[in-house]
């Protein structure tokens, strides 16, 4: 791994690596190991000064990561970072934030930083290229894949968290975690009601600080930890309560005034409010789509298929799940790098001219699919099943076209979608046919990569002279 400082990258470098991972956490470090492993050139882009830096003020010791009983999240970091140092096939590039990104069809990404950083291009044959340096004569990077693993960042509530004068006094989740051994004890309020503020308040009161928990709910965290604070009954609780309209920090406190509570003097506040995925890169991407005249899509977004056709990915907490963690993150970070790899495969290999390969819509189609099903109103439905008829459209999205034989476990089987159908017909007796074609557009909308579904049940012996249907749309078509 190559390490730079923001004036100097790499020289080896090379102008085109076959993804940019954004972000140099446990999702992209993990991303980053494995893509090197499955043989593709990386670059990790890490805005900090080194990888993981994020866990470094992380020291307390935990137990919650298996395998790891008593280490601190801080150790964890250094061991991660250290892990993709000693693999040459990933170019690390610490210190640097993007400017902006460019995406073509056919083309993939290209990213350029912040002081137009020069990369020493092992590629003569593009040095005099068209658009080939940028405005400081400095060539930008080249990726045909993309991911975003740029993690969490603490929300910030106007007028909570003041954006400017707060005098070290009030503090998001990241900087009391930084700080609370240090600091002094005192008057503090938490505002927050998750795990996270309830937690710290156990904490804090425990190292002699006079705590106030304020939540504008009730309590969300475990109930473990709030059942500890009815052992602290010096610790004020303010649960389901408007919250404060201002806080003002000064050097010598903060005054923070609430309609309920008046004006009140703490000494340092907390906003402990949760998290929300780091914007920055995502709105550069975002740009990037919209003047390439693609739709971008909103932010957090999940593995689809309609982005990973433009070589677009993420990984970890950057897509908004529900239990942010390392170990979710480490996880993400390997289904990532192996989305990667199926995308770049067929780039990689001999395959149809680039018009065929991607930009694609397929949809399964079962059609005349014919059973009995307990369905109906009628007292002689209720007697047994009666026969119907399915018709089903399953919309895939836009997909890669390989032009040799794929691994099934790439695919959705269809004879998954057929198995579905009939077991939901199946299952129990439904009445209306309605509640039926909203169980299978749920159940069908759920398989992985499916983006629209289309059904049409029809009752065959209804009535003598005629058949009976209902049809039903949900999903992108």
Not at 417 to 445: P, Q, Y
Request: charged share 20%; aromatic share 6%; with cysteine.
């Amino acid at each position: 791994m190559s390490q730079n400082s923001p004036d100097r990258l790499p020289a080896s470098l090379p102008a085109l690596v076959d993804a940019a991972i954004v972000g140099g956490g446990p999702a992209g470090c993990s991303a980053a190991s494995w893509l090197t492993q499955l043989g593709l050139s990386v670059a990790l882009i890490e805005r900090a000064p080194r990888l993981c830096d994020s866990l470094r003020p992380l020291e307390y010791r935990q137990d919650w990561l298996l395998g790891a009983p008593g280490e601190s999240l801080a150790e964890l970091g250094e061991r991660y970072a250290a892990h993709v140092a000693a693999q040459s096939g990933v170019h690390a590039l610490t210190d640097q934030t993007i400017h902006h990104l460019d995406w073509q069809a056919e083309q993939g990404w290209t990213l350029y930083f912040d002081g137009g950083p020069a990369f020493a291009v092992n590629a003569p044959d593009a040095a005099d290229a068209p658009g080939a340096r940028d405005a400081a004569g400095l060539r930008p990077l080249r990726a045909r894949a993309l991911l975003l693993a740029t993690g969490l960042t603490p929300r910030h509530p106007a007028p909570l968290y003041p954006a400017s004068d707060r005098h070290g006094r009030v503090l998001d989740a990241v900087e009391l975690t930084a700080v609370r051994d240090r600091l002094p004890p005192g008057k503090v309020l938490l505002l927050g009601g998750g795990d996270n503020a309830v937690e710290n308040a156990l904490y804090l009161a425990g190292r002699g600080h006079a705590v106030t928990l304020w939540s504008r709910s009730e309590w969300r965290a475990q109930s473990h930890l709030v059942q500890q604070l009815d052992s602290l009954p010096g610790l004020r609780r303010r649960p389901a309560q408007a919250l404060p309209t201002a806080v003002t920090a000064s050097a010598e406190g903060v005054i923070v005034t609430s309609k309920a509570h008046g004006e009140e003097a703490f000494d340092h506040v907390a906003v402990l409010l949760g998290y929300e995925p780091e914007p920055s890169a995502w709105l550069k991407v975002a740009d990037a789509l919209q003047r390439a005249g693609v739709t971008a899509p909103s932010q957090p977004f999940r593995d689809e298929p309609r982005f990973g056709v433009l070589g677009l990915f993420v990984a970890g907490d950057a897509s908004g799940r529900q239990h942010p963690c390392v170990q979710t993150a480490l996880g993400d970070g390997v289904v990532a790098a192996k989305q990667i790899e199926a995308f770049l495969r067929p780039l990689r290999e001999s395959q149809p001219p680039p018009a065929l390969r991607r930009n694609n819509r397929q949809v399964i189609h079962i059609n005349g699919l014919r059973f009995g099903a307990n369905l109906g109103v009628l007292d002689f439905e209720r007697e047994g099943p009666q026969p119907i008829q399915v018709d089903a459209e399953v919309n895939l999205g836009a997909q890669t076209i390989v032009s040799r034989d794929a691994d099934i476990g790439h695919v959705l089987d269809y004879r998954r979608v057929r198995a579905i159908i009939i077991d939901e017909c199946t299952a129990e007796h439904t009445d209306l046919l309605e509640a039926l074609l909203g169980k299978l557009s749920v159940r069908l909308m759920k398989l992985p990569g499916v983006v629209g579904v289309r059904i049409k049940v029809t009752k065959l012996e209804i009535f003598p002279d005629c058949q009976v249907a209902i049809s039903a749309e949900c999903g992108t078509w």
